[in-house]
C-alpha cells in the first residue's frame, strides 16, 4: 500500500510518500512523477512515512533522478535507515541527493 | 487357439505356410500364433499374417524372440496387433536380496543389473503398471530407475533395471552411522519432491479414496464414537493431486554413484502427504512396537537407529526442530498408521493367533487415545504453493509475515526478507511461464541455533540460474545506469547465502539469512 501526496508551487515540487513502494505500487508514483515533473526546477521526495522500497521503486528513483538532472534538481528527505542501507547496497547513495 | 510357427518364414516358403494355417484356422476364435521357434520372418511372412488378421482381428503373436521382435517393431506391427516377447529366464539363486516392497523382492543378479521378483505370479499387469508409473514419475521430475526388460523368474515374472553400485539407504545406515546426517538430509528432500509433484488428473490412484475404504472397514472393531470420528478425520483431508510414493522407507531410496534414486514405484498414489507419514511411521515404528526386532529383519538396523532416522527425517521434512510440532505430526501420522496396522492384521486372520491379537489390541488402545486428541490430521509444511503472478506477491508476503511471527527479528532483517522475497518471486512471475503462468512454491524455515531463516523457491519454469547474471555497475552516472539486475543483486547483498540449483526439471533457489 502506497499513499501518495504532492504539492507544487513556483517550480518546486515535494512529493510525499507513505508506505511500501514496491512492484505493485511503484507504477503508480512513475506516473504521478511524470505528471509532476515538467516544469520543476526542484523537486523534493519524502520519505518519512515510507517504510519499504524494492528495486521496482529504486527504479522510479532512478528515472526521476536522470530526468531531473535535466531541468533541476532532487533531493530526498527523511529517509529511514533501512532504506538508505539499500542506496547504499546499490550504489544509489553516490546518484541521488540524500539529505 | 494357439499354433506354432517355426523356422524361418520367406517368399520361398510363405505360400506354403500361408496354405497350412489357413486349413487350420477355419471356423477358429480367438487365434494365437506361438513363435517360440521362429527365427526370421520376411516381408511374404509378414504378407501372410496381414491376410490372417483381415479374417481374425484379434490375432495376437506371443513368445517372440527379439530378433523376430525387432523386425515386427520396424514395421509397425507391435502397434497395430498383440505381440508378446518371449521371457528371458532369470535365475536368483545366491542373488543378494537388496530391497522389499510391498508387492515384490528386489535382487540383485550381477554388478550392473537388479530384478524385482514380483509375489503375485499373474503380475504381468502389475509389471506393466509399474512401467508406467515409474515412467510419469520420470516425467515429472523424479529421478527413478525405469524397468528395460521383463523376465521369468521360476514361475513368477521380474522386471530387470540397471542398478551400478548402487547401495539403498539402509545398507548405508547400517553400516556408515557417520552418514546419519546426510541420509536424513537427502531422505528428507527426497519425500519434499516427491509431495511437490503435481500429477495430472486420472493418472494415479486416490490414496484419500483408499484411506476412506480403512476408516470404513474400522466400523466393526472400534466404539460407534471411535469410529466415525476416524471416518470424519479421514473425510475432511482435501483431495490433493500431489504425489505419495507409497511405501518410503530406507531400502525404496539408493545411492547410486552420487545420484539419490527412488525405486519400487508401484504404489505412487496422489493425495494429502499425511497418509505417506502414515505408512512411514509403521515402517520405521508401528510395526515394531510390540516386536522390536522386525526392524532389523526388514529395514537391516535396530530399532534405536529406526526411531532417531525417523524423528530426524521427520523434523527436516516439516522444517521445524520444535519437539511439540514435530510430535504433533507424529501423532496425527500414527492416527492413519494404526488403522492400516490393524486393518491389514484382522485381513490376515490376525484376530486367530495369540501374537496377532496382543498386536492389534496393543494399536487399537494407541489408536482410541489419539482419536479422543485429535481434531484434524492436516498440517502445515511451512509450504505455500500459488500461481506465480504478480497479483499473488501480497500473499506470499503475508506467508512470511505469519512465518516471521514467532522469530522475533527486527523491522530491518524483516525488510531485508520481504525485499528478497518480493525480488525472487516478482522474477519467476516475469520470466519464468512466459507467456503461460505456472506455479511456485515457496518453503519458508525459521531454525535455530543460530536462529536463521531458510527460504526456497521451486519453480518448473524455464531454467534460470540468477546467480549467473554479471552485477551492476555501481559506479556509473545516473545517466548511464540501468536498473536491470538490481533486484538480485540486491537479494546477494542483504541475504547471507544464495543457492541456485536446476534439478528434477525445477529451478531451485535457496535464500539464507542469519537473524542474531
Known amino acids: 500500500m502506497l499513499n501518495v501526496t504532492k504539492t507544487v508551487e513556483n517550480g518546486q ?87 | 487357439m494357439i499354433l506354432p510357427i517355426k523356422g524361418r518364414i520367406d517368399s520361398a516358403n510363405a505360400a506354403q505356410v500361408e496354405q497350412a494355417l489357413q486349413s487350420q484356422i477355419a471356423g477358429q476364435t480367438d487365434l494365437v500364433l506361438d ?174 479414496e483408499r484411506a476412506l475404504d480403512w476408516a470404513s472397514f474400522m466400523k466393526d472393531y472400534l466404539p460407534e464414537d471411535a469410529a466415525q470420528k476416524l471416518y470424519a478425520l479421514v473425510a475432511a483431508v482435501p483431495h490433493d493431486d500431489h504425489m505419495l510414493h507409497g511405501d518410503y522407507h530406507t531400502k525404496n531410496l539408493e545411492l547410486q554413484n552420487d545420484e539419490v534414486l527412488l525405486i519400487d514405484m508401484d504404489t505412487l498414489s496422489v493425495g494429502n502427504p499425511i497418509f505417506e507419514l502414515g505408512s512411514m511411521y509403521n515402517a520405521f515404528l508401528g510395526f515394531s512396537e510390540l516386536d522390536h526386532s522386525i526392524v532389523r529383519k526388514y529395514q537391516g538396523f535396530d530399532r534405536e537407529l529406526s526411531a532417531t532416522f525417523w524423528q530426524k527425517s521427520l523434523a527436516a521434512y516439516l522444517g521445524t526442530s520444535c519437539p511439540t510440532k514435530i510430535r504433533e505430526v507424529e501423532d496425527k501420522a500414527r492416527v492413519i498408521g494404526y488403522t492400516r496396522l490393524i486393518r491389514r492384521a484382522i485381513r490376515r486372520d490376525g484376530l486367530q493367533t495369540e501374537t496377532g491379537r496382543a498386536e492389534i489390541a496393543h494399536w487399537k488402545g494407541e489408536l482410541l487415545e489419539l482419536l479422543r486428541s485429535t481434531d484434524t490430521l492436516l498440517f502445515d509444511r511451512n509450504e505455500l504453493e500459488i500461481e506465480a503472478v504478480r497479483e ?29 522475497v518480493e525480488e525472487i518471486f516478482i522474477n519467476i512471475a516475469s520470466y519464468a511461464y512466459n507467456p503461460d503462468t505456472g506455479k511456485a512454491t515457496v518453503r519458508i524455515e525459521v531454525s535455530g541455533d543460530p536462529l ?65
Request: hydrophobic share 40%; aromatic share 6%.
Open chain 1, 13 to 99: 515540487g515535494t512529493i510525499s510518500l507513505e508506505g511500501r513502494l514496491d512492484t505493485m505500487s511503484a507504477p503508480e508514483l512513475e506516473l504521478i512523477v511524470r505528471d509532476t515533473i515538467p516544469g520543476l526546477t526542484a523537486l523534493t521526495l519524502d520519505f518519512e512515512k515510507l517504510d519499504y522500497i524494492s528495486s521496482a521503486g529504486l527504479r522510479v528513483l532512478l528515472s526521476a533522478q536522470k530526468q531531473m538532472n535535466h531541468q533541476g534538481s532532487m533531493t530526498l528527505t527523511n529517509v529511514n535507515p533501512a532504506i538508505l542501507e539499500i542506496f547504499e547496497v546499490t550504489g544509489f547513495t553516490d546518484i541521488l541527493t540524500i539529505a
Open chain 2, 35 to 208: 513363435a517360440q521357434d521362429l527365427e526370421y520372418i520376411s516381408s511374404a511372412g509378414l504378407r501372410v499374417i496381414l491376410r490372417i488378421r483381415k479374417e481374425h482381428p484379434e490375432l495376437r503373436i506371443v513368445n517372440v524372440n527379439s530378433e523376430v521382435y525387432e523386425i515386427l517393431d520396424m514395421t509397425g506391427f507391435t502397434e497395430m496387433m498383440t505381440v508378446e516377447k518371449a521371457y528371458r529366464v532369470v535365475s536368483i539363486a545366491g542373488a543378494e536380496e537388496i530391497g522389499h516392497g510391498a508387492n515384490g523382492t528386489i535382487y540383485r543378479i550381477d554388478k550392473d543389473n537388479v530384478v524385482k521378483v514380483y509375489n503375485n505370479p499373474e503380475a504381468l499387469k502389475d509389471i506393466q503398471h509399474e512401467r508406467e508409473v515409474a515412467k510419469l514419475a520420470l516425467i515429472l521430475g523424479i529421478p527413478t530407475a525405469i524397468s528395460y526388460d521383463v523376465v521369468k523368474v521360476g514361475d513368477s515374472y521380474g522386471s530387470v533395471f540397471e542398478l551400478l553400485n548402487a547401495r539403498s539407504f539402509a545398507k548405508i545406515l547400517a553400516n556408515e552411522p557417520e552418514k546419519l546426517d546426510w541420509c536424513v538430509a537427502e531422505f528428507a528432500k527426497m519425500l519434499r519432491l516427491i509431495h511437490g509433484t503435481e500429477v495430472p488428473a486420472g493418472k494415479l490412484p486416490d490414496m484419500r
Open chain 2, 392 to 420: 499473488n506477491l501480497e500473499e506470499v508476503l503475508a506467508f512470511l509475515g505469519e512465518r516471521l511471527e514467532a522469530a522475533d527479528c527486527t523491522p530491518k532483517a524483516r525488510m531485508q526478507l520481504e525485499l528478497a
Open chain 2, 452 to 516: 536463521h531463516v531458510t527460504i526456497t523457491f521451486i519453480d518448473r519454469g524455464v531454467p534460470y540460474d540468477p546467480l549467473a547474471k554479471a552485477d551492476p555497475d555501481l559506479s556509473a552516472s545516473a545517466q548511464e545506469r540501468t536498473v536491470g539486475g538490481l533486484g538480485i543483486f540486491l537479494t546477494k547483498k542483504l541475504m547471507d547465502d544464495v543457492v541456485y540449483e536446476y534439478r528434477g526439471g525445477r529451478n531451485i533457489l535457496t535464500l539464507k539469512k542469519n537473524l542474531e
